[in-house]
């Protein structure tokens, strides 16, 4: 799977947009981006994933670049409950190890009021 | 509540000694994994069981050992306790196996103190 790079730590004020970047200049054609985070402790959340469109849910919108090698995580009004460490990963779909995650060292994303 | 159970919550034990951690994955999921998250470490994948059988592995010790029942619980061992275990356990579940893409989703984990 490919390597993801993201920034350590990011700050944002309650009810501003979170933006947290994330390069994987390596992706392959068939990997897809999926992130999660983890608020103190608690067990990871999914939170959205996407192939090479732009995906939107309830929670968070997902910017990928046209060349695939970076993607954005959008938090569109982000509140004191979304301060949690976001962790970006890439995954080939299929295979026999689907679930098997690489977790890096994520984003710690603070809110402040 | 992400429909995962975990128990038990705490577990504080000595070094040398045997545990078993639970886990009950959402209703109807066929896949379960298991990570270990430590200070030093960060989320680390362990194993992965698809309707009881094993699928993937990752960087999980010999002392360690896990098995998914038929009624889709699973079971995570670990003998020989020592310090370093220390950790949070999660178990996460899925409805998928081979080919699948979805999310997974993680228990509120057990946490391991070895003392």
């Known amino acids: 799977d490919a390597k993801t790079t993201q920034p350590p730590s990011m700050d944002c004020a309650e009810g501003r947009a979170a933006n947290l970047p994330c390069n994987h200049s390596?992706?392959?054609?068939?990997?897809?981006v999926y992130w999660y985070r983890q608020i103190h402790s608690q067990g990871p959340q999914y939170i959205i994933h996407?192939?090479?469109n732009n995906e939107t849910n309830e929670m968070a919108s997902l910017i990928i670049t046209e060349d695939r090698k970076s993607s954005t995580l959008i938090l569109p009004h982000a509140t004191l409950r979304d301060t949690a460490v976001y962790y970006c990963?890439?995954?080939?779909?299929?295979?026999?190890?689907?679930?098997?995650?690489?977790f890096g060292q994520g984003t710690i994303l603070t809110v402040h009021p | 509540d992400s429909g995962v159970t975990q128990t038990p919550k705490h577990l504080i034990t000595a070094t040398g000694q045997r545990v078993t951690l639970r886990c009950s994955p959402r209703?109807?999921?066929?896949?379960v994994y298991w990570y270990q998250q430590s200070l030093d470490q960060g989320l680390q994948f362990l194993i992965q069981?698809?309707?009881?059988?094993?699928?993937a592995k990752g960087n999980i010790l010999e002392r360690f050992s896990a098995q998914q029942f038929p009624d889709l619980h699973s079971e995570l061992n670990l003998s020989s306790l020592e310090l370093g275990d220390s950790a949070l356990y999660f178990c996460?579940?899925?409805?998928?196996?081979?080919?699948?893409?979805?999310?997974?989703?993680f228990g509120e984990g057990s946490r391991l103190t070895v003392l």
């Open positions: 996460a579940s899925s409805g998928g196996g081979q080919g699948a893409i979805g999310e997974l989703f």
């Open positions: 390596t992706i392959s054609g068939n990997e897809y």
């Open positions: 996407g192939l090479k």
């Open positions: 990963i890439v995954r080939r779909a299929g295979g026999t190890s689907y679930g098997k995650l690489t």
């Open positions: 209703s109807g999921d066929l896949s």
């Open positions: 069981y698809y309707n009881g059988e094993e699928r």
